[in-house]
């Protein structure tokens, strides 16, 4: 087993909150900049507070993390470079990514930076881990939805640093696979600027039939995570970093939750679990810091469940803990941290003064510098006491001495103005000493690029289908147009695949497989099981939906078909594009949340674009259906009806274990038809969830007829047109 060093990772939306958490004892703080970080509406640090920040942690022998976790759009690649480079050559110590064109760009122009695998990459397993390892990640951020038993395989099986939430706001989605926000209010949490739907209320319907209780609505909103009592646990489990989430909230918020876990980290390391037990008087401090209604500890030892819920709303007002408040104020926020040195100032009549300074516990961090000459006295000498007072003057400075020796020679004499000029220079020194180390040279500049050639395809486009229930294949069949049909894995069982895709390949269309969007050990182990059925239904393609499928089906299932990349392992842009193609893509799925002119920047051909269906809004670990009447393994479709009487529909894949939200209304790009016949993508996409196989049917041969040339036609009912238009800021 690899030996660990155990790592608090702080919250910091502000540089207050970055000196409030290295006060309080964080060993890492992670903190965004102007742009491309997922908290848009945090305080976050312009290019000097971002550099004067990377010099304080190092200072104070801690570490800073980037947040450069959001996706690009292809016209702001460009910028990537000139954004990120001053951080580089100031010794930033890692980059948190979730978009794959960001993360090679990094690797390739930033070549000593380490790179994290944000948690919005969804990393769920060993083959993701591995995934990410092999691209040169030198950490994953898990999926807060992970066990401690998944967490310790990662561990065991792959040499990588694992980080893992511990403390702060869950979210219902898992991260990376929320569209809620951004398809109801176009505030992506893809781009850092999610409006938390989640947090407000929902009635649960089946039918006309309300399930959950007036007082109960708030069905979506996790209680905040906490982990005292789990520390040894996970840090047994093979957990490096232990994340606080929190870069919306205080400085005191963050010095508050950072001390506590301090002192148990502290307290585990020092005695392991003997002893060990979490003081009640602890958790109240982390309640009265904030409160959503009690803490949970998460899915580290449970894969879902309703006391995780919040439930009831959060109360309005909560009379606050003023004397804890001005407790870490004092202590923490307002407090000046100094490290410790040690030092030696020498005063010989007739020779420079010169004092010498070394940084207590960094070996080698040592200076010395000189001063004006030493002059005799003519009435008073300096005095050994006096010597020592005005050179220990290190306030306003990182330092303070905590052994400094005094060498007087003769009757000398010394201005005050000289001695602090000679204290001020080395302080200085030694300052720029320490740092030293951390610089770097530029990144690697960019070569100039030729504008991307974008290809459009010179014969029509091809019609393919997705189909989540056996009993729409059998229409879909009878739609000449499609010369493809996908079938949903968690809807399609094993037992059905090698008759329907025999059936599809009759009606000459090609059969593909849709895998889960989520992909976690129900899922590993019912495919591996069913293995020889995989086989025999003979799919010329898997619709890959996780990182995670991408090794477990080469290496594990030993498959060799075709890979089609589903849109949510995101291609923003063109750099991200070719390294899924790296990975093994041989077409890939256009975003959905980019509009048609960055469609077009981004690039179109030889992909595929969805033009018809209920897109998922929140794919979650959690289940409604066992929220408000318990688990019975029984897939059904739920509504959830929000405060103006929009209803979304809940399925619950029990298959593998999770649940999906789809939109309000399907999404229909039917009358942009000339538009997507602009944009040229190698093929267009029907998704069929919730309706019936005559409304299927007849929904696939309106857009057949449209896109084979017919005139420009219509769908009766409500649909949405997605962000085909509009986009997401």
């Known amino acids: 087993m690899r030996k660990k060093k155990v790592e608090i990772l702080a919250?910091?939306?502000?540089?207050?909150?970055?000196?409030?958490?290295?006060?309080?004892?964080?060993?890492?703080?992670?903190?965004?900049?102007?742009?491309?970080?997922?908290?848009?509406?945090?305080?976050?640090?312009?290019?000097?507070?971002?550099?004067?920040?990377?010099?304080?942690?190092?200072?104070?022998?801690?570490?800073?993390?980037?947040?450069?976790?959001?996706?690009?759009?292809?016209?702001?690649?460009?910028?990537?470079?000139?954004?990120?480079?001053?951080?580089?050559?100031?010794?930033?110590?890692?980059?948190?990514?979730?978009?794959?064109?960001?993360?090679?760009?990094f690797k390739e122009h930033f070549p000593q930076l380490a790179l994290h695998a944000s948690t919005q990459m969804t990393i769920t397993g060993v083959n993701g881990a591995k995934l990410l390892k092999e691209l040169g990640a030198s950490r994953v951020v898990t999926a807060r939805e992970l066990s401690l038993e998944e967490?310790?395989?990662?561990?065991?099986?792959?040499?990588?640093?694992?980080?893992?939430?511990?403390?702060?706001?869950?979210?219902?989605?898992?991260?990376?696979?929320?569209?809620?926000s951004s398809l109801i209010g176009g505030r992506s949490g893809n781009r850092g600027r999610c409006a938390q739907t989640c947090r407000l209320?929902?009635?649960?319907?089946?039918?006309?039939?309300?399930?959950?209780?007036?007082?109960?609505?708030?069905?979506?909103?996790?209680?905040?995570?906490?982990?005292?009592?789990?520390?040894?646990?996970?840090?047994?489990?093979?957990?490096?970093?232990?994340?606080?989430?929190?870069?919306?909230?205080?400085?005191?918020?963050?010095?508050?939750?950072?001390?506590?876990?301090?002192?148990?980290?502290?307290?585990?390391?020092?005695?392991?679990?003997?002893?060990?037990?979490?003081?009640?008087?602890?958790?109240?401090?982390?309640?009265?810091?904030f409160d959503r209604g009690g803490f949970?500890?998460?899915?580290?030892?449970?894969?879902?469940?309703?006391?995780?819920?919040?439930?009831?709303?959060?109360?309005?007002?909560?009379?606050?803990?003023?004397?804890?408040?001005?407790?870490?104020?004092?202590?923490?926020?307002e407090a000046a941290r100094q490290e410790p040195i040690k030092g030696k100032v020498c005063l010989n009549v007739g020779e420079p003064s010169s004092l010498a300074l070394s940084a207590a516990g960094k070996e080698g961090v040592e200076i010395q510098v000189t001063g004006q000459e030493v002059q005799p006295a003519r009435n008073q000498p300096i005095t050994e006491e006096k010597l020592r007072t005005q050179v220990c003057k290190t306030g306003g400075t990182p330092f303070f001495f905590e052994q400094?020796?005094?060498?007087?020679?003769?009757?000398?004499?010394?201005?005050?103005?000289?001695?602090?000029?000679?204290?001020?220079?080395?302080?200085?020194?030694?300052?720029?000493?320490?740092?030293?180390?951390?610089?770097?040279?530029?990144?690697?500049?960019?070569?100039?690029?030729?504008?991307?050639?974008?290809?459009?395809?010179?014969?029509?486009?091809?019609?393919?289908?997705?189909?989540?229930?056996?009993?729409?294949?059998p229409r879909l069949l009878l739609v000449e147009g499609i010369e493809r049909i996908y079938l949903d894995s968690c809807g399609i069982g094993s037992e059905e695949w090698e008759a329907l895709a025999?059936?599809?390949?009759?009606?000459?269309?090609?059969?593909?497989?849709?895998?889960?969007?989520?992909?976690?050990?129900?899922?590993?182990e019912y495919f591996l099981k069913e293995r020889e059925r995989f086989i025999k239904a003979g799919f010329?393609?898997?619709?890959?939906?996780?990182?995670?499928?991408?090794?477990?089906?080469?290496?594990q299932m030993g498959y060799g078909g075709r890979f089609v990349f589903d849109s949510n392992l995101y291609a923003w842009n063109g750099q991200a594009s070719e390294l899924l193609k790296e990975l093994g893509a041989s077409e890939q799925t256009l975003p959905l949340e980019l509009n048609a002119r960055e469609l077009e920047e981004t690039g179109c051909s030889g992909k595929e674009l969805v033009v018809y269906g209920r897109l998922p809004v929140m794919v979650s670990a959690q289940c409604i259906n066992r929220t408000v009447g318990g688990c019975d393994r029984k897939e059904?479709?739920?509504?959830l009806k929000d405060r103006l009487g929009k209803e979304f529909p809940v399925k619950n894949h029990c298959r593998f274990c999770y649940n999906t939200i789809y939109n309000i209304a399907p999404l229909s790009l039917l009358e942009q038809k000339e538009q997507v016949c602009r944009l040229s993508p190698e093929r267009i996409r029907l998704q069929f969830t919730l309706e019936t196989p005559e409304q299927a049917e007849k929904i696939a041969r309106t857009f057949v007829a449209a896109f084979a040339g017919g005139d420009s036609l219509s769908l009766p009912g409500e649909y949405t047109k997605g962000h085909f238009r509009r986009g997401v800021e």
Do not use: W
């Open 201 to 289: 209320p929902y009635e649960v319907k089946q039918g006309s039939a309300s399930l959950n209780r007036k007082d109960e609505k708030y069905v979506l909103s996790l209680k905040d995570l906490c982990t005292l009592e789990l520390i040894p646990d996970m840090l047994e489990a093979g957990i490096d970093s232990l994340k606080i989430e929190g870069r919306m909230k205080s400085p005191r918020y963050t010095a508050g939750v950072v001390s506590v876990y301090r002192k148990y980290v502290d307290k585990y390391l020092q005695n392991g679990r003997e002893g060990y037990q979490v003081e009640a008087s602890d958790r109240k401090l982390l309640l009265d810091l």
């Open 296 to 333: 949970s500890d998460g899915y580290y030892r449970n894969h879902n469940g309703r006391h995780m819920m919040a439930l009831k709303e959060k109360p309005a007002f909560r009379e606050g803990n003023q004397p804890l408040f001005d407790y870490l104020d004092r202590t923490y926020v």
């Open 11 to 105: 919250p910091a939306g502000s540089y207050e909150s970055m000196v409030a958490a290295v006060n309080a004892g964080a060993d890492a703080v992670y903190i965004g900049g102007s742009r491309f970080g997922a908290r848009a509406y945090a305080n976050n640090l312009d290019e000097e507070a971002m550099l004067n920040a990377i010099d304080y942690v190092h200072l104070h022998g801690c570490r800073l993390y980037m947040t450069v976790n959001t996706l690009v759009k292809e016209k702001e690649f460009s910028g990537l470079y000139d954004y990120l480079n001053p951080y580089y050559r100031q010794g930033l110590d890692a980059a948190i990514i979730q978009d794959l064109g960001v993360f090679s760009y």
């Open 404 to 473: 400094l020796e005094t060498e007087i020679r003769g009757n000398a004499f010394l201005p005050v103005q000289a001695l602090n000029e000679l204290r001020r220079s080395g302080l200085e020194m030694l300052e720029r000493k320490i740092l030293s180390s951390y610089r770097r040279d530029a990144g690697k500049e960019e070569k100039q690029k030729a504008d991307r050639i974008q290809v459009r395809n010179t014969h029509p486009m091809g019609i393919t289908a997705l189909a989540d229930r056996k009993e729409l294949i």
């Open 502 to 524: 025999s059936a599809v390949r009759n009606s000459g269309k090609e059969c593909f497989l849709a895998l889960p969007q989520i992909f976690r050990k129900e899922a590993e």
């Open 151 to 180: 967490i310790r395989q990662i561990h065991d099986q792959v040499d990588i640093e694992i980080e893992s939430f511990v403390h702060g706001a869950l979210c219902y989605c898992y991260s990376g696979q929320c569209l809620m």
């Open 540 to 555: 010329e393609g898997c619709l890959i939906r996780s990182l995670e499928e991408i090794r477990f089906f080469r290496k």
């Open 636 to 639: 059904k479709v739920l509504q």
